[in-house]
Protein backbone atom coordinates (compact mmCIF):
# COMPACT_ATOMS: atom_id res chain seq x y z
CA UNK A 1 0.00 0.00 0.00
CA UNK A 2 2.89 2.42 1.29
CA UNK A 3 4.90 1.67 -2.18
CA UNK A 4 1.16 2.08 -4.58
CA UNK A 5 1.01 5.72 -2.84
CA UNK A 6 4.36 6.57 -2.72
CA UNK A 7 4.46 5.88 -6.35
CA UNK A 8 0.94 7.93 -7.25
CA UNK A 9 2.50 11.05 -5.59
CA UNK A 10 5.22 10.51 -7.79
CA UNK A 11 3.06 10.66 -11.08
CA UNK A 12 1.31 13.48 -9.40
CA UNK A 13 4.16 15.57 -8.48
CA UNK A 14 5.96 14.38 -11.89
CA UNK A 15 2.90 15.26 -14.04
CA UNK A 16 2.45 18.67 -12.05
CA UNK A 17 6.18 19.84 -13.06
CA UNK A 18 5.32 18.79 -16.45
CA UNK A 19 2.26 21.04 -17.03
CA UNK A 20 3.72 23.92 -15.12
CA UNK A 21 6.08 26.14 -17.47
CA UNK A 22 9.38 27.05 -15.96
CA UNK A 23 9.24 30.79 -15.00
CA UNK A 24 12.62 31.69 -17.57
CA UNK A 25 10.16 29.78 -19.93
CA UNK A 26 6.88 30.60 -19.52
CA UNK A 27 6.65 33.46 -22.08
CA UNK A 28 3.21 34.49 -22.89
CA UNK A 29 3.62 38.50 -22.21
CA UNK A 30 6.17 37.93 -19.01
CA UNK A 31 9.43 39.10 -20.82
CA UNK A 32 9.46 42.75 -22.24
CA UNK A 33 12.52 44.74 -24.20
CA UNK A 34 13.52 47.45 -25.66
CA UNK A 35 16.31 48.21 -28.13
CA UNK A 36 17.66 50.24 -31.03
CA UNK A 37 20.11 50.00 -33.79
CA UNK A 38 21.26 51.11 -37.58
CA UNK A 39 22.24 50.32 -40.96
CA UNK A 40 19.63 51.03 -43.54
CA UNK A 41 17.66 52.69 -41.08
CA UNK A 42 17.59 54.58 -37.26
CA UNK A 43 15.10 52.12 -35.95
CA UNK A 44 13.60 51.38 -32.06
CA UNK A 45 12.30 48.35 -30.69
CA UNK A 46 9.73 46.75 -28.20
CA UNK A 47 9.65 43.77 -27.99
CA UNK A 48 7.87 40.56 -25.86
CA UNK A 49 7.95 36.68 -25.62
CA UNK A 50 4.92 34.67 -26.78
CA UNK A 51 5.64 31.16 -26.49
CA UNK A 52 9.44 29.54 -26.86
CA UNK A 53 9.19 29.74 -30.40
CA UNK A 54 7.31 33.09 -30.99
CA UNK A 55 7.96 36.70 -30.15
CA UNK A 56 6.36 39.91 -31.46
CA UNK A 57 8.55 42.79 -32.44
CA UNK A 58 7.09 46.94 -32.89
CA UNK A 59 10.00 48.45 -34.27
CA UNK A 60 9.58 52.42 -35.71
CA UNK A 61 12.13 52.88 -38.44
CA UNK A 62 13.35 56.24 -40.10
CA UNK A 63 16.01 56.63 -43.01
CA UNK A 64 15.59 60.54 -42.58
CA UNK A 65 16.78 60.42 -39.02
CA UNK A 66 19.28 57.97 -39.78
CA UNK A 67 20.86 60.91 -42.93
CA UNK A 68 20.61 63.18 -40.51
CA UNK A 69 23.26 61.30 -38.06
CA UNK A 70 25.34 60.82 -41.52
CA UNK A 71 24.84 64.57 -41.49
CA UNK A 72 27.34 65.20 -38.20
CA UNK A 73 30.38 63.26 -39.80
CA UNK A 74 29.99 64.67 -43.30
CA UNK A 75 28.57 68.47 -43.10
CA UNK A 76 32.53 69.52 -42.79
CA UNK A 77 33.08 67.36 -46.20
CA UNK A 78 33.01 69.66 -49.36
CA UNK A 79 32.46 66.87 -51.59
CA UNK A 80 29.57 65.31 -49.87
CA UNK A 81 27.96 68.61 -48.42
CA UNK A 82 24.60 68.81 -46.14
CA UNK A 83 22.50 66.08 -47.25
CA UNK A 84 19.08 66.16 -44.91
CA UNK A 85 17.83 68.53 -46.49
CA UNK A 86 19.84 68.98 -49.78
CA UNK A 87 19.20 72.83 -50.69
CA UNK A 88 21.13 73.95 -53.81
CA UNK A 89 20.66 77.24 -56.41
CA UNK A 90 19.64 76.25 -59.99
CA UNK A 91 20.20 80.19 -62.50
CA UNK A 92 17.48 80.13 -65.01
CA UNK A 93 19.31 80.58 -68.69
CA UNK A 94 21.99 83.29 -68.92
CA UNK A 95 19.29 86.74 -68.19
CA UNK A 96 16.49 84.58 -66.40
CA UNK A 97 12.81 84.90 -67.17
CA UNK A 98 11.60 88.32 -67.22
CA UNK A 99 8.58 88.20 -69.56
CA UNK A 100 4.73 86.85 -69.44
CA UNK A 101 4.02 87.63 -65.95
CA UNK A 102 7.07 86.06 -64.37
CA UNK A 103 10.17 87.30 -62.97
CA UNK A 104 12.78 84.56 -62.57
CA UNK A 105 16.41 84.81 -61.82
CA UNK A 106 17.21 81.46 -59.93
CA UNK A 107 15.11 78.50 -58.67
CA UNK A 108 16.42 77.19 -55.12
CA UNK A 109 15.64 73.58 -54.63
CA UNK A 110 15.02 72.64 -51.43
CA UNK A 111 15.25 68.64 -51.03
CA UNK A 112 14.08 66.53 -47.63
CA UNK A 113 13.78 62.90 -46.46
CA UNK A 114 9.90 62.59 -44.78
CA UNK A 115 10.34 58.42 -43.88
CA UNK A 116 8.74 57.07 -40.92
CA UNK A 117 7.37 53.81 -40.68
CA UNK A 118 5.71 51.51 -38.05
CA UNK A 119 6.86 47.63 -37.89
CA UNK A 120 4.90 45.09 -36.83
CA UNK A 121 6.95 42.00 -36.56
CA UNK A 122 6.43 38.28 -35.60
CA UNK A 123 9.90 36.08 -35.29
CA UNK A 124 9.26 32.32 -35.40
CA UNK A 125 11.93 30.21 -34.28
CA UNK A 126 12.07 26.59 -35.83
CA UNK A 127 14.54 25.40 -32.94
CA UNK A 128 16.17 26.69 -29.70
CA UNK A 129 18.56 28.75 -31.33
CA UNK A 130 19.08 32.44 -32.20
CA UNK A 131 17.92 31.42 -36.03
CA UNK A 132 14.63 33.19 -36.85
CA UNK A 133 11.95 33.87 -39.76
CA UNK A 134 10.28 37.13 -39.79
CA UNK A 135 6.71 38.35 -41.29
CA UNK A 136 5.04 41.41 -40.92
CA UNK A 137 3.89 44.41 -41.68
CA UNK A 138 5.34 48.07 -42.37
CA UNK A 139 2.89 51.02 -41.38
CA UNK A 140 3.88 53.90 -43.74
CA UNK A 141 3.47 56.87 -41.39
CA UNK A 142 5.15 59.90 -43.53
CA UNK A 143 2.93 58.79 -46.76
CA UNK A 144 5.86 59.85 -48.91
CA UNK A 145 9.66 59.34 -49.37
CA UNK A 146 10.82 62.72 -50.33
CA UNK A 147 9.75 65.87 -50.90
CA UNK A 148 11.99 68.34 -53.44
CA UNK A 149 10.62 72.01 -54.32
CA UNK A 150 11.38 74.31 -56.56
CA UNK A 151 11.13 77.98 -55.12
CA UNK A 152 11.38 80.70 -57.78
CA UNK A 153 14.16 83.80 -56.52
CA UNK A 154 14.98 87.01 -58.71
CA UNK A 155 17.55 89.53 -58.20
CA UNK A 156 15.25 92.37 -58.62
CA UNK A 157 13.65 91.92 -55.39
CA UNK A 158 9.78 92.34 -57.19
CA UNK A 159 7.78 88.96 -57.11
CA UNK A 160 8.36 86.17 -59.51
CA UNK A 161 5.21 85.87 -60.40
CA UNK A 162 1.90 87.64 -60.09
CA UNK A 163 -0.83 86.67 -57.07
CA UNK A 164 -3.35 85.71 -60.25
CA UNK A 165 -0.92 83.51 -61.62
CA UNK A 166 0.14 81.20 -59.24
CA UNK A 167 -0.85 77.43 -59.60
CA UNK A 168 -1.82 78.73 -63.54
CA UNK A 169 1.48 78.83 -65.10
CA UNK A 170 2.15 75.39 -66.42
CA UNK A 171 5.07 73.62 -67.73
CA UNK A 172 4.80 69.81 -69.21
CA UNK A 173 1.94 69.37 -67.34
CA UNK A 174 3.27 70.83 -63.90
CA UNK A 175 2.15 73.76 -62.41
CA UNK A 176 3.29 76.16 -59.38
CA UNK A 177 1.38 76.12 -56.30
CA UNK A 178 -0.57 78.53 -54.74
CA UNK A 179 2.41 79.82 -53.21
CA UNK A 180 4.04 79.82 -56.28
CA UNK A 181 6.22 76.95 -55.99
CA UNK A 182 7.27 73.63 -57.79
CA UNK A 183 7.25 70.98 -55.81
CA UNK A 184 7.88 66.55 -56.70
CA UNK A 185 7.09 64.07 -54.44
CA UNK A 186 8.61 60.51 -54.16
CA UNK A 187 6.42 57.58 -53.41
CA UNK A 188 6.00 53.98 -52.74
CA UNK A 189 3.53 52.27 -54.94
CA UNK A 190 2.58 50.65 -52.08
CA UNK A 191 2.41 53.17 -49.53
CA UNK A 192 0.31 52.69 -46.38
CA UNK A 193 0.72 49.19 -45.83
CA UNK A 194 3.62 47.18 -46.70
CA UNK A 195 4.22 42.80 -46.47
CA UNK A 196 7.65 42.35 -45.04
CA UNK A 197 10.09 38.79 -44.96
CA UNK A 198 12.61 37.80 -43.67
CA UNK A 199 15.16 35.61 -41.58
CA UNK A 200 17.27 36.82 -39.29
CA UNK A 201 19.52 35.88 -36.04
CA UNK A 202 19.55 36.78 -32.27
CA UNK A 203 16.42 36.69 -29.75
CA UNK A 204 14.74 40.42 -29.13
CA UNK A 205 13.94 39.20 -26.08
CA UNK A 206 16.69 36.81 -24.42
CA UNK A 207 15.38 35.15 -21.07
CA UNK A 208 18.97 34.15 -20.03
CA UNK A 209 20.58 37.74 -20.97
CA UNK A 210 20.38 40.75 -19.74
CA UNK A 211 21.36 42.27 -23.23
CA UNK A 212 20.63 40.63 -26.64
CA UNK A 213 21.86 41.56 -30.75
CA UNK A 214 19.52 40.87 -33.07
CA UNK A 215 20.05 40.60 -36.94
CA UNK A 216 17.90 40.88 -39.49
CA UNK A 217 18.14 40.90 -43.45
CA UNK A 218 14.63 40.75 -45.53
CA UNK A 219 12.46 42.76 -48.22
CA UNK A 220 9.28 44.45 -48.29
CA UNK A 221 7.11 44.69 -51.33
CA UNK A 222 6.54 48.03 -52.30
CA UNK A 223 5.24 48.33 -55.68
CA UNK A 224 8.06 50.33 -57.13
CA UNK A 225 8.69 53.67 -56.46
CA UNK A 226 6.49 56.51 -57.88
CA UNK A 227 7.44 60.47 -58.74
CA UNK A 228 4.64 63.09 -59.05
CA UNK A 229 4.17 66.56 -59.98
CA UNK A 230 1.51 69.11 -59.22
CA UNK A 231 -1.26 70.34 -61.41
CA UNK A 232 -3.77 72.54 -60.11
CA UNK A 233 -4.89 74.17 -63.29
CA UNK A 234 -7.27 70.64 -63.88
CA UNK A 235 -9.35 71.27 -60.91
CA UNK A 236 -8.37 74.51 -59.69
CA UNK A 237 -7.50 75.66 -56.98
CA UNK A 238 -7.69 72.14 -55.96
CA UNK A 239 -4.51 69.35 -56.08
CA UNK A 240 -3.96 66.95 -58.84
CA UNK A 241 -1.48 64.69 -58.95
CA UNK A 242 0.74 63.62 -61.86
CA UNK A 243 3.20 60.96 -61.97
CA UNK A 244 6.35 61.69 -63.74
CA UNK A 245 6.53 58.22 -65.81
CA UNK A 246 7.15 57.54 -70.02
CA UNK A 247 3.71 58.10 -70.87
CA UNK A 248 3.87 61.56 -68.96
CA UNK A 249 7.12 62.32 -71.54
CA UNK A 250 5.44 60.85 -74.31
CA UNK A 251 2.40 62.80 -74.26
CA UNK A 252 2.63 65.33 -76.87
CA UNK A 253 0.52 67.89 -74.93
CA UNK A 254 3.28 68.18 -72.25
CA UNK A 255 5.49 70.88 -73.77
CA UNK A 256 8.21 73.45 -72.51
CA UNK A 257 7.52 76.13 -74.53
CA UNK A 258 7.09 74.84 -78.29
CA UNK A 259 8.77 71.81 -77.88
CA UNK A 260 7.21 68.33 -76.30
CA UNK A 261 9.13 66.85 -73.15
CA UNK A 262 10.41 64.28 -75.49
CA UNK A 263 12.07 66.63 -77.76
CA UNK A 264 13.21 68.83 -74.91
CA UNK A 265 15.06 65.44 -73.94
CA UNK A 266 16.93 64.46 -77.17
CA UNK A 267 19.67 61.89 -76.47
CA UNK A 268 18.47 62.10 -72.79
CA UNK A 269 15.23 60.30 -74.01
CA UNK A 270 16.34 56.73 -73.81
CA UNK A 271 18.38 56.74 -70.48
CA UNK A 272 15.44 59.00 -69.04
CA UNK A 273 12.93 56.47 -69.61
CA UNK A 274 14.79 53.35 -68.62
CA UNK A 275 15.27 54.62 -65.30
CA UNK A 276 12.14 55.77 -64.60
CA UNK A 277 10.67 52.39 -65.75
CA UNK A 278 13.01 50.55 -63.19
CA UNK A 279 11.99 52.49 -60.24
CA UNK A 280 8.31 52.28 -61.22
CA UNK A 281 8.23 48.33 -61.53
CA UNK A 282 10.74 47.94 -58.69
CA UNK A 283 8.98 45.31 -56.78
CA UNK A 284 10.52 45.11 -53.21
CA UNK A 285 12.73 47.36 -51.14
CA UNK A 286 15.70 44.92 -48.97
CA UNK A 287 16.02 45.42 -45.15
CA UNK A 288 18.98 44.96 -43.34
CA UNK A 289 18.58 45.68 -39.41
CA UNK A 290 20.96 45.02 -36.23
CA UNK A 291 19.59 46.12 -32.88
CA UNK A 292 20.74 45.85 -29.66
CA UNK A 293 18.47 44.91 -26.67
CA UNK A 294 18.05 45.03 -23.04
CA UNK A 295 15.52 42.96 -21.34
CA UNK A 296 13.62 44.80 -18.82
CA UNK A 297 12.18 42.07 -17.17
Given at each position: ?K???A??T????G?S?FG????K?N???N????????IT????????T??P??????????Y??????????????????????????F?V?????H??G?N??DV??T???????L??L?D?????????F????I?D?????????????NKT????M???D???????G?????D??V????????G?????????F??A?DV?R???V??????????????YG??Y???????????L???????????????????T????????V?W??????F????Y?R????????
Amino acid sequence: MKKTLALVTALALGASAFGQTPVKDNYLFNHWSIGGGIITDLNLTVATTVTPNIQLRLVYDSYSHAVAIGNVFTKDIPEVGQINPYIHSFPVGDEGIHSNGLNIDDVVVTGKLNTGNLNLLMDFFPGKGAFHFTGGLILDLSGNIATISGVPTNKTGQPTMQDSDRGKKEAAGITTDLDGNVNVKVAYGLGTVRPYLGIGFGRAVDVKRRVSVNFDLGVAYIGGVHVYGENYMVDYPHLTKVELNQAWIDNPENRIDDKTLRETLGEDYDETVKWLNLANSFPVLPYARLTINVRLF
